[in-house]
Every structure is written in C-alpha cells, then in structure tokens.
C-alpha cells in the first residue's frame, strides 16, 4: 500500500476536515463508512491530471472506433 495514503472514519474527517484537507495535498485521503472506503479527497492538481488522462482516453477510444469504421473491412481481410 502506498505510504502516502490516508484512511480516516467519516466521523473522524468531520471533527478535523482541515487536518485532511492539509493532508491530501500530500497523497489522497480515503474517507471510510463501515470499514469500507466510500470517499477520497484528492489536490485539485491531481484530480485535473487525473481527468485530462481520462478525456485523453476517451478521444483515444473515438479515434479507434472511428479507424476500425472507416477500414475495418479493409484490416479484417489484410489480417486473413
């Protein structure tokens, strides 16, 4: 498990949520309910890396479905 990360009970976050917001600037912070993670709170910056990785993922998978649309025939008969 990466040492940077936090586990803190929702009852413990909400009578010191500014220890844990501190916190996530360093590694994110998983808020547990009934022993089970159920939030993270995570630095801004790494929630925007994180998203631009997923919109890039997105544009990636268009781009895919696009090509096999366009040439799918095409690379289905090459591959035979």
């Known amino acids: 498990m990466d040492a940077r990360r936090k586990f803190v009970t929702s009852t413990e976050f909400r009578s010191r949520a500014g220890l844990y917001l501190d916190a996530a ?3 994110p912070v998983f808020i547990t309910k ?3 993670p159920s ?3 995570l ?10 990785l997923d ?3 997105g544009k990636f998978a268009e781009a895919r479905e696009d090509l096999h649309g366009r040439y799918g ?3 289905e008969k090459l591959a035979k």
């Open 39 to 41: 939030r993270v709170v």
């Open 43 to 52: 630095d801004i910056e790494e929630f925007e890396r994180l998203s631009a």
């Open 55 to 57: 919109t890039r993922r």
């Open 73 to 75: 025939d095409m690379l």
């Open 25 to 27: 600037a360093k590694g």
């Open 34 to 36: 009934h022993d089970r």
